[in-house]
Structures are given as structure tokens and as C-alpha cells.
């Protein structure tokens, strides 16, 4: 599938993908990026998480070339992000959150055209627009216009159109926005095909269940720096031993139980997505019936409450006391 690769893929085939050190970016007073270190090997998907603002977006195009640091240095595929952009450019793709794509050209010719840009001539741009529409399951839509597609298709042409030639890092910034849960696992598979065949990815994403299914490692960022770093398992144990979760036989009643329950235990509670449960780190078992006896003394009935893991939503809440998705985009 992924043929030909750009310049950088293969040079010092043991070192890192991507090294960051001390990476700043500032617009006016505000700090978007605020001294990121990242260590990205090769051949992973590397995830990172932030509410919106946290600076992901804008972290991301500083190694893609695409906006200069403040401060700090970088290598990408061993190219010094200062003094070598053009190999840098040369090593990587970058797919946004929205399809860059020519609307009223068909799906052949939008990926011809890239072939042609980056070389292939005659036959040899057809064949491997034929072979990147074949990879990605759209070859029965070939002939149709762009403007015609569905979105999840629209983003698995987007995705092909950046691996004309194949990079050693491909960029993915929110891949799956506005997608449908199916077109959704589509892209994913998608992602671990290319992971698999030695592409490094580096992933932002608003969906955590997205960076839990995908990610070897997972970078949390917030108010544009590193606070945690390591696999989902490894975030989630480091987070909490165990969460409490409670939903209600009143669900009007679900502030008052949010404060017996943070007041008994200690920590933030978090409202589910629906509104209709909560959870929040309990630690021990003890401590979990203690609180739920507080509920039940105060006359708050639950209908239903467990132990568990605590999901990467409640990992996510822990370490920035905020739902993934909330302020203004990084």
C-alpha cells in the first residue's frame, strides 16, 4: 500500500521519530506552548490530549514546520527542525482536522494530481493513485467527485492524499472529527495498518476512546504544558486505584450528591456525558460504602453504583479538572 518513501524515512533507523525539548510558542500575552519535552518512537502511535486551548494544535505544527518556535529544539526523523526544515518537510505529512482536498475533482484525480507534484509521471502517477484507492477501500467511488462523498470517505482520501510518497511521520490533527462511530473505527483501523507498516503517527484527538484504542503512549498537555505521559494503563493507575460510580434513583438530585460525594471522598466529581451518573476516585472499597452511606443518610437513593478502573475520560478529568472537548481551540 504505502510504496515509494520521502526522503529521512530510514536515516539512523534506531533513533527516536520525533525529540522535543523545552518547545515554546507565544501569541502576544498568551503562551499557547510552554516548554514541551516529547521523546516519539518510531513506528508507534503517539497520542496527544488536552482540553481545547491546551496548546495540542499548536504543538503539532511547530514540528510539522509549520509555525516557527519561540524557544526550544527538536529533531524529526534525526532533521534539526531549525536548521533543516526542508528534510523535515521532506520526511513527514500532515493531515488537518478538515479534508484538503479539491471538491470537484474526482477522488482518482485529486490523488493523480499529488502523484504528478511529487514526481510520477503518466502511468505511474494513475497506478498509484489506483493502488492508494484500492488501500483505502474507495475504488468504487474513483470516478466520483469529491463533493459527492460521505465524510468518512472525504477523511480516508485526505488521509491517502498524504501518503503519495510514504513519510516517516504522518501528522494527524483530530482525524475523526465529525465522523459517524462507524466511519470512526474505519479511520482507526486505518491508522493501525499504517502504524504497523512502520509509520510513525502522532495523533491529536478530542476523543479519548480514540487515544485509548490507538495509542501506545498518550502525552496529556494543559495550558501548553506536559502533565503526565505514558501508556493508558499506565495513566489510568497513576490517576486512581479505583472509582466510584454512582448513578441516581432522582436524577434531580444530582447536585447535592456530587457534594456529599466529593466532600466524603475527597476528590472532583465527574458527571457523566448523558448527565445521569457520577463517578469519582474512591481509593479503597471502604471509603466507596462509606460515601455511598452518606448519600443513603442524606435520603439520595442510588440506583446503581460499582467499583472500577477509572476510565481515560476520568484519567483526562483528574489531571486537568475539566471534561475533555471544553475552552477554545489550541
Known amino acids: 500500500m504505502l510504496g515509494e518513501t520521502r526522503e529521512g524515512h530510514g536515516r539512523d533507523a534506531g533513533a527516536p521519530a520525533i525529540v522535543a525539548r523545552g518547545l515554546v510558542k507565544s501569541f502576544g500575552a498568551l503562551r499557547a506552548v510552554d516548554g514541551i519535552d516529547l521523546d516519539v518512537p518510531r513506528g508507534v502511535i503517539f497520542a496527544i490530549l488536552g482540553p481545547n486551548g491546551a496548546g495540542k494544535t499548536t504543538l503539532m505544527r511547530m514540528l510539522a514546520t509549520l509555525a516557527r518556535p519561540d524557544a526550544g529544539s527538536a529533531t524529526v526523523m534525526g532533521h534539526d527542525l531549525l536548521g533543516s526544515p526542508r528534510e523535515v518537510r521532506a520526511s513527514i505529512a500532515m493531515t488537518g482536522q478538515f479534508a484538503s482536498l479539491d471538491e470537484d475533482l474526482t477522488g482518482r484525480e485529486n490523488l493523480m494530481l499529488l502523484a504528478r507534484l511529487w514526481g510520477f509521471r503518466g502511468r505511474a502517477a494513475k497506478a498509484r493513485a489506483d493502488d492508494l484507492l484500492a488501500a483505502f477501500d474507495l475504488s468504487d467511488a474513483a470516478t466520483k467527485q469529491v463533493k459527492?462523498?460521505?465524510?468518512?470517505?472525504?477523511?480516508?482520501?485526505?488521509?491517502?492524499?498524504?501518503?503519495?510518497?510514504?513519510?516517516?511521520?504522518?501528522?494527524?490533527?483530530?482525524?475523526?472529527?465529525?465522523?459517524?462511530?462507524?466511519?470512526?473505527?474505519?479511520?482507526?483501523?486505518?491508522?493501525?495498518?499504517?502504524?504497523?507498516?512502520?509509520?510513525?503517527?502522532?495523533?491529536?484527538?478530542?476523543?479519548?476512546?480514540?487515544?485509548?484504542?490507538?495509542?501506545?503512549?498518550?502525552?496529556?498537555?494543559?495550558?501548553?504544558?506536559?502533565?503526565?505521559?505514558?501508556?493508558?494503563?499506565?495513566?489510568?493507575?497513576?490517576?486512581?486505584?479505583?472509582?466510584?460510580?454512582?448513578?441516581?434513583?432522582?436524577?434531580?438530585?444530582?447536585?447535592?450528591?456530587?457534594?456529599?460525594?466529593?466532600?466524603?471522598?475527597?476528590?472532583?466529581?465527574?458527571?457523566?456525558?448523558?448527565?445521569?451518573?457520577?463517578?469519582?476516585?474512591?481509593?479503597?472499597?471502604?471509603?466507596?460504602?462509606?460515601?455511598?452511606?452518606?448519600?443513603?443518610?442524606?435520603?439520595?437513593?442510588?440506583?446503581?453504583?460499582?467499583?472500577?478502573?477509572?476510565?481515560?475520560?476520568?484519567?483526562?478529568?483528574?489531571?486537568?479538572?475539566?471534561?475533555?472537548?471544553?475552552?477554545?481551540?489550541?
Request: proline share 5%.
Open 148 to 330: 459527492d462523498y460521505s465524510g468518512g470517505m472525504r477523511r480516508r482520501l485526505d488521509i491517502a492524499a498524504s501518503l503519495v510518497v510514504t513519510p516517516g511521520v504522518l501528522f494527524l490533527d483530530e482525524p475523526t472529527t465529525g465522523l459517524d462511530p462507524k466511519a470512526r473505527k474505519e479511520v482507526w483501523a486505518m491508522i493501525r495498518d499504517l502504524a504497523g507498516s512502520g509509520v510513525t503517527i502522532l495523533l491529536t484527538t478530542q476523543y479519548l476512546e480514540e487515544a485509548d484504542q490507538l495509542a501506545e503512549r498518550i502525552a496529556v498537555i494543559d495550558h501548553g504544558r506536559k502533565i503526565a505521559e505514558g501508556s493508558s494503563r499506565e495513566l489510568k493507575a497513576a490517576t486512581a486505584s479505583a472509582v466510584l460510580h454512582v448513578a441516581l434513583a432522582d436524577p434531580g438530585r444530582m447536585d447535592e450528591a456530587s457534594a456529599i460525594l466529593e466532600r466524603s471522598l475527597g476528590h472532583p466529581a465527574q458527571r457523566s456525558a448523558e448527565g445521569g451518573a457520577l463517578s469519582v476516585p474512591a481509593g479503597t472499597a471502604g471509603a466507596a460504602n462509606a460515601a455511598i452511606a452518606a448519600l443513603v443518610t442524606a435520603g439520595i437513593e442510588p440506583s446503581d453504583f460499582s467499583m472500577g478502573q477509572p476510565s481515560l475520560d476520568e484519567v483526562f478529568f483528574a489531571l486537568t479538572g475539566r471534561p475533555a472537548g471544553e475552552g477554545q481551540k489550541s
